[in-house]
């Protein structure tokens, strides 16, 4: 725990805050993200007495940097082990070979089936921890693109002093993503199915914290992958992955399906922690925008379109924002760049910045052809069976073109979660577990809301 730790938005015009604040706060108050002053960093000593930790070891080693004297190293150790408690297997992350040369990382052991569990969990139990201490409680306000808002009620729907919120665009995720957020019956918890796309549910909930009055006045708190202590937690498998592996000095690529670019840029702060990443592959589906960024250096919005990888169906990747100001360190710079992309939809990035970002990014595209293909060829080749996501990444990082020695994707939703078209590709079902045949017949609820931060605002109001 170092007392001198403190974060800063990207944006440059908002306080400089705790830990604990931060937490809190969620957005900044100029519309920036919090990151931290500086970058912590691990020696390789450090790193390589991970092989013989545990994954909630190697956690607390990775997050207490990151983490000021409001938490001794007991309570950040109770919280982690709580937090790691609910996983379907002691290892939390396990890796499986796929061939000598490519892993899939399984981020889906959770209670939700997707990798924001593991983010999730550690929040809850965080935000609990604090809120008790000073008998507070919250109102929680997120939007899912379909497993952030399960993985959220999930970790909250026991804690008494929130309530939670979750936009999810109607219509526009799975089937079981929806019934994991809509079948929890808890009093805290609030499903609103918006009539529009995640980036409409993301832009209501920025509308909505931008109005600082209101966000004071109803204790409101976001939870999306904004949220700084949500990235903390995703740093945490990088580390474990490469504890697990011989690395020796081979040249490591990690393939991250990426939406809303929090998954891959936990990548990219554990490589300037000191891991040893070579590279780092934002995979998307044909929600290319990443894609045409690096090719080009123009990043323009285009209508998002509707593919069967839901959790990446972005066109707005909120956490872009934070490797543009680490690259430049220039909050006027990033306050520009959103400014326009605000105004018209699009930036062009200088040349010498994009040649900076691909030293560490490559990305490659993958059409929904291809997704059918990998999910086939997976099966039939290793007898895994993965989920649209996860074909995302894998097909993406057979894409690359450079060599390296040592690829890993992160396996990031199970497949019983997109079931209907798993099956449609595999005419097999055995991958559907109890828990989402249980889930399938559990009543649901929620409501129906216009695409609006006012109607949310006053539905809000009306139920805290
Ligand atoms: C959220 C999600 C992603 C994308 O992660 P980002 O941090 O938004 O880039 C990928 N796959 C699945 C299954 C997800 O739920």
Excluded at 273 to 279: A, F, N, Q, R, S
Excluded at 284 to 304: F, P, Y
Excluded at 336 to 359: A, F, H, Q
Aim: charged share 25%; hydrophobic share 35%; glycine share 4%.
């Amino acid at each position: 725990m170092k007392d001198s730790i403190k974060y800063i938005s990207t944006r440059g015009n908002a306080p400089k805050l705790s830990f604990k604040d931060v937490v809190f706060e969620g957005l900044a108050s100029d519309g920036g993200l919090y990151i931290p002053e500086s970058w912590p960093s691990l020696s390789e000593d450090t790193i390589n007495s991970f092989s013989s930790m545990t994954y909630q070891e190697i956690a607390y080693a990775v997050i207490s940097p990151y983490i000021d004297s409001s938490l001794t190293e007991k309570n950040l150790k109770d919280i982690i082990d709580r937090s790691y408690s609910c996983f379907d297997t002691p290892e939390i992350t396990p890796l499986k070979k796929l061939n000598n040369e490519h892993y899939l990382l399984e981020l889906y052991h959770g209670p939700t089936y997707a990798f924001k569990d593991l983010a999730m969990q550690f929040i809850s139990q965080l935000m609990d921890f604090y809120l008790k201490e000073n008998s507070q409680s919250i109102n929680i306000l997120g939007a899912t693109s379909g497993d952030t808002g399960a993985a959220a009620i999930e970790g909250f729907k026991n804690v008494k002093s929130a309530k939670i919120f979750i936009l999810h665009p109607h219509n526009k995720i799975s089937e079981v993503q929806r019934k994991f957020m809509t079948t929890i019956k808890s009093e805290n918890v609030f499903n609103l199915a918006v009539k529009g796309s995640f980036d409409d549910c993301q832009n209501i909930i920025k509308k909505i914290f931008s109005d600082t009055d209101y966000k004071k006045s109803n204790h409101l708190t976001a939870i999306n992958s904004i949220n700084w202590s949500r990235i903390m937690c995703q740093m945490v498998y990088y580390f474990y992955t490469l504890s697990r592996l011989e690395v020796g000095n081979k040249k490591v690529l990690f393939s991250v399906p990426t939406g809303n670019f929090g998954d891959i840029l936990a990548g990219y702060i554990s490589k300037k922690m000191g891991l040893k990443i070579d590279m780092l592959n934002i995979a998307t589906n044909e929600n290319d925008i990443l894609t045409r960024t690096l090719m080009s250096g123009e990043h323009e919005l285009k209508a998002v379109r509707e593919t069967s990888s839901p959790s990446i169906d972005i066109q707005i990747s909120s956490n872009f924002e934070r490797l543009l100001y680490d690259i430049t360190q220039n909050s006027e710079y990033v306050n520009d760049l959103m400014r326009e992309l605000k105004e018209t939809g699009k930036y062009s990035l200088k040349n010498n910045n994009l040649v900076k970002i691909k030293e560490s990014f490559c990305s490659y595209s993958v059409s929904e052809e291809e997704v059918g293909d990998i999910i086939k060829d997976t099966f039939r080749d290793h007898k895994i069976i993965v989920d649209p996501h996860t074909a995302v990444g894998i097909a993406s990082a057979n894409k690359c073109e450079k060599k390296y020695d040592l690829k890993v994707t992160l396996s990031t939703a199970h497949p019983a979660k997109f079931k209907d078209t798993v099956f449609n590709l595999l005419g097999n079902e055995k991958f559907i577990t109890d828990k989402v045949h249980n889930i399938m017949e559990l009543e649901e609820d929620m409501i129906i809301i216009e695409n609006s931060a006012d109607a949310v605002k006053t539905f809000i109001m009306e139920n805290i």
